[in-house]
């Protein structure tokens, strides 16, 4: 008998945990049916029939409608199955009552506490372009800073982007207040930004949205002011280097720490393993007092009254409503369908529709109270939860996570990647087989739910979170996975 799975009692469908030929007993939910054709492992069998026209329901939820009919045992996907999704919506304020329970725990980590009480988990120096014209230089600034002050400080690290001139209006702002959120960043204990001279993106005004108290950490260098741009910068580098080397780990509770929680490459079991797993990180790491960050707003959609039932206050509510219905209004601005997701690699791993991606995405924020709401570019203000305006592109962001403060991202994927961003970004394979194919891409494996359950899973990751929060490096940092993306939104001149 193959097994499947049976989200919530009022499910339509089951996820398979394995392939499944034609003519092979699914048990599920207690109910056992044929399979009608072969079914690849992390797809969607029918437990019921299902008529056309008539909803789907997954997670308890609609993931769409049924486009041709659908006989219990049948394969459900792209070929019978498709979004009710259209354009944006009016939304009821229903608060929910009280979050889960979940007890904070004691847990504590290694980190470096700074002089405004927040906690990095590393101490590196960051060097940080203005404008694409001198990306190429900040990374030979920091590939011989690296070599000369090896072992000094956790490490120096370039990030070159292709942005900062021939850009307008919000477009140009949003470049300068990314770079101003990286600049004060906890993680980075010295930041060099190097301007060209002539860029849209003058460095003069980028550090105006810097904080005086963070001044001290920042040095600048502009490179058609300068004989040498190179040596002026490792000079600056050394400065930097012997000043954040006077930092040492110190032990900090788990309140100090700001998730940034992500997916990419999501498969059919995300939802079922890796999601629900990282919304359980969000859960403990909040209860402490901490911080996390969910964002990847069109990955929502359909989810997103989830996320609005647990606001805070009606401010926070409608916070989340302007969200959501602007990025909607976004893609429709752009003759775009708000419903243009899942990616080829999402449905190749069962994933059929925007509703359904989503209603897996969101589990990642766990059950706690939505305590604010931030656009591009800004920072978080509020422990607990936040909800970040960003895209779903991978590196977008994550690095929208990293300039609002998250030190540490986790990342769950079904298929597999080798990217890394600013902060310590740690893959959560959703199964195990890709954890045992890609060891030099994951750094936990989700997949052992499905054998072990959520509860040792959990003790499992948080072990592992504590230990990269306080040192030890992640897959992408082994391997120099380290890049920054913004969202480009405007006129290019």
Request: hydrophobic share 40%; net charge negative.
């Amino acid at each position: 008998m193959t097994a499947a799975l049976k989200i919530h009692s009022a499910d339509h469908v089951a996820t398979l945990l394995e392939a499944a030929a034609a003519g092979a007993t699914i048990e599920a939910g207690g109910a056992a049916v044929v399979a009608r054709v072969d079914i690849p492992k992390g797809h969607k069998i029918a437990l019921r029939d299902l008529a056309v026209g008539e909803v789907v329901v997954k997670f308890g939820f609609p993931i769409g409608r049924a486009t041709a009919p659908i006989a219990a045992g049948d394969h459900v996907h792209s070929h019978n199955l498709a979004t009710g999704l259209s354009g944006t919506l009016d939304y009821r304020y229903a608060p929910q009552a009280e979050p889960r329970a979940v007890a904070p725990g004691a847990r504590s980590f290694l980190g470096y506490v700074r002089e405004d009480g927040r906690v990095g988990t590393r101490n590196e120096i960051w060097i940080l372009p203005t404008v694409g014209c001198v990306g190429r230089t900040a990374e030979r600034i920091a590939a011989e800073a690296g070599r000369r002050h090896a072992g000094q400080v956790d490490g120096i690290h370039a990030f070159a982007h292709p942005y900062g001139c021939s850009q307008l209006g919000d477009d140009l702002g949003a470049t300068r207040r990314m770079l101003a959120a990286l600049a004060v960043h906890p993680n980075a204990g010295g930041v060099l930004l190097i301007g060209l001279g002539c860029e849209s993106n003058q460095l003069s005004r980028l550090l105006e949205d810097v904080p005086d108290s963070y001044r001290g950490r920042i040095r600048a260098v502009v490179a058609q002011n300068s004989a040498d741009e190179v040596e002026d910068g490792l000079a600056a580098v050394a400065d930097l280097v012997a000043e954040a080397s006077k930092t040492k780990r110190e032990p900090v509770g788990l309140d100090k720490l700001v998730l940034g929680v992500k997916c990419g490459g999501s498969d059919g079991f995300s939802g079922l393993t890796a999601n629900p797993l990282v919304g359980r990180m969000s859960d403990v790491v909040t209860a402490t007092g901490g911080s996390a960050i969910v964002t990847e707003i069109p990955e929502i959609f359909g989810a997103e009254q989830m996320l609005m039932d647990r606001a805070e206050s009606r401010a926070v509510f409608d916070g989340v409503v302007d969200v959501v219905n602007d990025f909607k209004n976004y893609f429709l601005s752009h003759g775009e369908p708000v419903s243009e997701n899942p990616s080829p690699g999402n449905v190749a791993g069962g994933i059929t529709t925007l509703e359904e991606k989503s209603l897996g995405a969101v589990q990642k924020a766990g059950h706690a109270t939505l305590t604010d709401v931030k656009r591009y570019g800004e920072r978080i203000e509020r422990t607990g939860l936040t909800l970040l305006e960003a895209p779903g592109n991978d590196a977008v962001s994550s690095t929208a996570l990293a300039a609002a403060g998250a030190t540490i991202i986790l990342f769950t994927t079904g298929r597999g990647t080798p990217l890394g961003f600013p902060v310590p970004t740690v893959k959560i394979a959703s199964n195990s087989e890709l954890a045992a194919r890609k060891p030099g891409w994951i750094d936990f494996d989700a997949g052992q739910v499905l054998t072990d359950g959520f509860e040792a899973a959990e003790e499992a990751l948080i072990d592992r979170i504590v230990a990269i929060a306080s040192g030890a490096e992640t897959a992408a940092e082994r391997n120099g996975e380290r890049e920054i993306a913004f969202w480009k939104r405007g006129v290019t001149l």
